[in-house]
């Protein structure tokens, strides 16, 4: 085994850039007991995207039970990102207890993971925004926030005229890849404000403590530069529900998080706060109350619009036939996210190039191409939407997804309904 493994290494240093070849070495040294230069490789493949959906949660396991707890942070972060469902909330109640046991705690020492340790909330201006005529469709997600967010600001006027209470904040939700952030940036775009991008990456720390603070001076920071636009990205990774905590480490965050936007001791105005999330059923349900986020707004999977649109801006500068119909591709796309959008366009790419090595010239990509390729791409928000049909079936009692309710049984969903997964459970019980 010593040789395989020599061979491996050896292999990766001449192609660092191979992520099978490194996952392949990983997994080898992982097998021989040699786990801390398994989880150097496995925190790298996370760093550049080359970590598998389904290897993210068994690599949080594995760097929590060897103390490297800012990669199985990572982990946890990139699982909700990538709408992983299954285990995802167990790993996240096991990191926080380890970070909550005997008091503070150090990281394992981890050069990989103290590069990673100092981003800092990204703060957009005015003139890198996009605007809601930057996206297609979404209409009436779009009026949602600006009846919410934006009109408020611009005519505070005529809120006052009618004792109209401004503020509180909107929370989005629905599948990954579905324009929850650009829709973000284009509200601060609308309001010509500056955008405070805060990430899970941004709050966490290891320390107890740590994360509070770090929230605490993400609003602070909003508020000294106030009218901007404040944006919690992965918000149920912030103030995941307490009903479901085991331990008390995540609590204290989600008491935080209160305090943030009750403005207990500061002043939120002009501080316009949006939140986004791909799991709203794991987000506290304080949160939801008046004052805080009092808009909870579903952002489906790109309508028709949408679709052709992004469909429209992937195939720019390419050789395309003269009438390829990008409208009737749109078509055969529902449920599709931009990512899988532009899947299909790369795949449809890749045979138009095959086609071009092959006869010496340049081939323009065509309908057929799209034909011949569509069966290789299915989209990805089926597993998210059959998780918030359970929730719709067995855990709505308050109506509050009845958006999903009405999108499952719409136009959009029709052809990919009976593939939507179900199950016959509460979403909360045991499996």
Known sequence: MTDRLEGLRAAVELSPDNAGLRLVLAEALEDEGLVPEALDHLGRLLDHGGLPDERLVATGHLALAHGRLQLAARCVDSARRAGVAEGVAPLQQALEAELSEGGVRRLAHDPLEEAAAGATTRVVGPEE???????????????????????????????????????????????????????????AGECGLPFL??????????????????????????????????????????????RKQGG???????????????????????????????????????????????????????????????????????????????AALAGRAELFSGADLRHWVERAIDVAIDEALRGGGDVPVTREHFARTADQVRPT??????????????????????????????????????????????????E
């Not at 005529?133 to 611009?154: C, S, Y």
């Not at 994360?211 to 609003?219: G, M, P, T, Y």
């Not at 999903?404 to 459970?425: C, D, H, Q, T, Y």
Request: proline residues 7%; aromatic residues 8%; hydrophobic residues 40%.
């Open 129 to 187: 925004h996009a605007t809601f005529a930057d996206v297609g469709g979404l209409e009436g997600v779009k009026e949602a926030i600006h009846r919410t967010i934006v009109l408020p600001f611009q005519r505070p006027d005529l809120y006052e005229r009618y004792g109209r209470r401004a503020g509180g904040g909107v929370l989005l939700y629905g599948p990954p890849g579905c324009g929850k952030t650009l829709l973000a940036r284009a509200t």
């Open 197 to 242: 991008n805060v990430r899970v990456e941004d709050v966490l720390d290891p320390w107890i403590g740590g994360s509070e603070r770090n929230l605490h001076d993400a609003f602070t920071d909003a508020r000294d530069r106030a009218p901007c636009v404040l944006f919690l990205d992965e918000l149920d990774a912030l103030a995941y529900a307490r």
């Open 248 to 326: 008390s480490a995540g609590r204290s965050l989600v008491d935080q998080m209160l305090q943030e936007l009750d403005a207990i001791g500061s002043d939120n105005r002009n501080v316009l706060v949006l939140g986004a999330t791909n799991a709203p059923w794991d987000i506290d349900d304080a949160l939801k109350r008046p004052g805080r986020f009092d808009r909870v707004v579903f952002v489906p999977p790109p309508d028709q619009p949408a679709r052709e649109r992004i469909l429209s801006m992937q195939l720019a500068d390419k050789p395309l036939e003269a009438d390829l119909d990008v």
């Open 381 to 430: 928000t089926l597993d998210w939407l059959g998780t918030a049909r359970n929730y719709v079936e067995f855990a709505n009692e308050s109506g509050r997804f009845d958006d999903v309710l009405e999108f499952l049984g719409g136009n959009e969903a029709k052809r990919w309904r009976s593939r939507i997964p179900k199950r016959r459970r509460h979403p909360d019980g045991p």
